[in-house]
């Protein structure tokens, strides 16, 4: 008897629940296999699930149950700002935090419409730089990573959304130092977790997100006060640096650019969680 879409969900619940994971997992994972919306599944609950879908969707459940491994990298995607992005394990996974980053840059960007050359430094699957290309299509938006393998999925994103993004291999802004280029805006989402903070982390970000997108030294700190003695030399006057900050990082990040920039204006913005999250 081949079991129901319903039948394969319940076991999954089950299963999730007993290793101490999400059971929503589950349903996430069904949808995927399946190639179903969300509304198509609920609709189709009683019907029977084909051998093949159930075996393949029974051992995404327990590689994820069992290792941590992130659901993300089970089904190669993940949502971010209503697009779907492409993510590998050299990739970091999108997060929600970084969608209102997002969120609040373009509200600036509403008010000063005079800013149009904008950076994305370490763009990861790309997220940053190309959904801001696609919300404002009249900005210049270029996306620097380190990792040649991020770039590749940062590239593959544009395509696949069609979003007119210029990529650079770059330790943060060498190479728009190197040619001479200079950006209104700097907007980043850089490593920023301290090396001491490993063992906090759960088993699917540490085992699962590359640690080049994780980490940071001198406390997590040591991406920002290189993106902000660099923006010296590459950010024009009356530009706008958007960082995305770890919770406890606003009063070190804030001296940074003060330092640097004497006459700035610094924000802090707080994401869904009450945290300080953003600092333009
Ligand atoms: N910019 C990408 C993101 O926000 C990657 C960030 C990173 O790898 N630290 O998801």
Redesign the pocket.
């Known amino acids: 008897m081949k079991p129901t879409i319903q039948e394969a969900l319940n076991w999954a619940s089950l299963f999730l629940k007993r290793h101490n994971r999400e059971e929503k997992v589950g349903e996430l994972l069904l949808i995927h296999v399946l190639g179903l919306s969300r509304l198509e599944f609920l609709m189709r609950l009683q019907d029977p699930m084909a051998p093949e879908k159930y075996d393949m969707f029974k051992q995404m459940v327990e590689s994820h149950a069992t290792t941590g491994i992130p659901l993300q990298h089970l089904t190669g995607e993940e949502q971010f700002y209503d697009r779907t992005f492409t993510v590998t394990k050299d990739?970091?996974?999108?997060?929600q935090e970084?969608e209102e980053l997002i969120y609040y840059l373009l509200e600036d960007l509403n008010k000063r419409p005079h800013l149009t050359d904008v950076v994305?430094v370490?763009?990861?699957?790309?997220?940053?730089g190309i959904t801001l290309k696609l919300e404002r299509p009249n900005l210049n938006v270029s996306a620097v990573d380190i990792s040649d393998a991020?770039l590749g999925v940062a590239k593959a994103n544009a395509k696949r959304l069609a979003a007119d993004v210029t990529f650079w291999s770059s330790d943060f802004l060498s190479a728009l130092i190197e040619t001479g280029q200079s950006v209104d805006v700097i907007v980043?989402?850089?490593?920023?977790i301290p090396y001491s903070d490993l063992d906090s982390l759960s088993d699917t970000v540490k085992n699962f997100d590359?640690h080049l997108?994780?980490f940071s030294e001198e406390d997590g700190l040591y991406s920002y006060r290189t993106i902000i003695n660099e923006a010296k030399q590459v950010l024009r006057p009356h530009g706008l640096l958007a960082f995305?900050i770890g919770y406890n990082q606003q009063e070190a990040v804030t001296a940074l650019i003060r330092s640097a920039f004497p006459d700035a204006i610094v924000e802090t913005k707080q994401d869904m969680f009450g945290r300080d999250r953003m600092v333009f």
Not at 122 to 128: A, H, I, S, W
């Open positions: 990739t970091l996974i999108p997060r970084t994305d370490g763009t990861g699957t790309g997220v940053l991020a980043s989402n850089p490593p920023y590359p997108a994780l995305e």
